[in-house]
């Protein structure tokens, strides 16, 4: 057997045929950190860790990365779920992905959502899409002051601050797999070349 047979299919023999698509669709993408999985507080010390070095090796400004880590942690904590809450129904972890394209930052996360919840979260991001600054400010007080929980995991209060921090409308999608429920992403652009 030729070198490059061997390395093409591995010691094992089985072909591993998805791993350069991977690699070449997050290389096009500009993907500089992805992760799956639970995402805890550990994580999130690990991946602002990772990303404090990112930022640093392409000589990013305080402010910038400042920017990011607070837009980050907004997302991370919106697909944060307390271990003890492990009894869903259907698969807890989420998906993390930051890239960097074309003067922009996006933070996209990935999770599952019960689809019933879907008409009233999107309802919601619309109409934060169509507020301004001073607005966004005022409808976070007011919520506030109405008692709104601030609490892990997705909150009214934590989109909008997503969309404060991030200072650009929210992308999202929702995916839908059943009754029960659903895939919902959710993106934030960072402009770094206007700062």
């Keep these: 057997m030729k070198l490059a047979e061997k390395i093409s299919t591995g010691q094992s023999g089985t072909p591993l ?8 669709d997050m290389y096009d993408n500009n993907v500089i950190f992805s992760y799956r999985g ?6 999130v010390t690990s991946v602002l860790g990772i990303m404090e070095e990112r930022m640093e090796e392409e000589k990013q400004s305080r402010k910038m990365s400042k920017k990011v880590f607070n837009v980050m942690v907004e997302c991370l904590t919106n697909v944060y779920l307390d271990e003890l809450k492990t009894d869903l129904g259907y698969d807890p972890s989420a998906l993390l992905l930051i890239k960097r394209v074309a003067g ?4 996209t996360t990935g999770s599952y959502i019960p689809t019933d919840s879907i008409p009233e979260l999107k309802k919601f991001i619309d109409k934060i899409n169509g507020l301004d600054a001073v607005q966004l400010k005022a409808l976070y007080q007011e919520l506030l ?33 059943n009754e029960h429920y659903s895939f919902f992403t959710l993106e934030s652009q960072i402009n770094y070349l206007s700062l």
């Design 17 to 24: 045929h998805n791993t350069y698509p991977i690699y070449k």
């Design 38 to 43: 639970l995402v805890t507080s550990d994580l």
């Design 104 to 107: 922009l930052y996006i933070v």
């Design 145 to 177: 002051s109405q008692g709104e929980p601030v609490t892990s995991g997705l909150t009214r209060l934590g989109i909008i601050d997503l969309a404060r921090k991030s200072r650009n409308r929210l992308i999202y999608q929702f995916k839908y797999e």
